[in-house]
């Protein structure tokens, strides 16, 4: 079965301009998770979401947001960039499980210059 | 993440066994997990381990549990120059996400 999908792959955006990144969970799969990586600070938790409810946030500012579909497709925006918000960003699933498995998507790498 | 930690580099000659060590922080994690990242790649899962076990191998994988001391190793045996790549270490707290070490990149050399 197809793997989880991310849209788009690369972008570049200004400072002060907002990003939407897109997500597409493993079939069956009601989890997703939000990573971003960095270089300095590496793999740091954004948000998870459960049937279109965040059932937790990492400490990232308001001005990143996420919210999920009835189909478990999920979107994560960022408004106002800032240079130090180029990353990679990482979406995962976890289907129903116990042993909490993530499946990465291969993720969107955003540049703001 | 912080409350992972594992050392940045390794450097391997291919034949050889790697051993990458970790330590991790919460007790409460159910499972312990080893993660793969190729270049311009997302994380592959590589194995897991249910805290409850001392050891798992998986063909040239092999994970050590040192519940006590909270470390965590893998072993590769016979290591590939496709082994090359960087490798996370990551626990479970049991709050819907993972936290993850720096990562340990490995490097094969012929």
């Known amino acids: 079965k197809a793997g989880v999908t991310q849209t788009p792959r690369y972008l570049i955006k200004t400072r002060g301009q907002q990003v939407t990144l897109s997500c597409s969970p493993i079939?069956?799969?009601?989890?997703v998770s939000w990573y971003q990586q960095t270089p300095g600070q590496g793999l740091q938790f954004l948000f998870e979401y459960f049937s279109e409810t965040q059932r937790n946030k990492g400490n990232f500012p308001g001005r990143f947001s996420g919210r999920q579909f009835s189909n478990s497709r999920s979107e994560m925006n960022v408004s106002t960039l800032e240079l130090g918000d180029s990353a990679l960003y990482l979406c995962a699933s976890s289907g129903s499980g116990d042993t909490g498995e993530l499946f990465f998507g291969e993720g969107s790498r955003l540049t703001v210059l | 993440g912080e409350d992972v930690e594992q050392s940045l580099f390794l450097s391997v000659r291919e034949g050889d066994s790697s051993v990458i060590n970790c330590t991790y922080t919460?007790?409460?994690?159910?499972?312990l997990y080893w993660y793969k990242q190729e270049p311009g790649a997302g994380l592959q899962l590589l194995t897991y381990?249910?805290?409850?076990?001392d050891m798992k191998q998986d063909q040239r994988l092999t994970v050590l549990l040192n519940k006590k001391d909270k470390h965590l190793s893998l072993r590769i045996a016979d290591t590939q120059t496709g082994d090359s790549a960087i490798y996370f270490c990551a626990e479970s707290p049991n709050d819907y996400k993972l936290s993850f070490g720096a990562g340990t990149t490995v490097t094969v050399r012929a």
């Open positions: 919460d007790s409460s994690s159910t499972y």
């Open positions: 079939s069956g799969h009601r989890s």
């Open positions: 381990i249910f805290s409850n076990m």
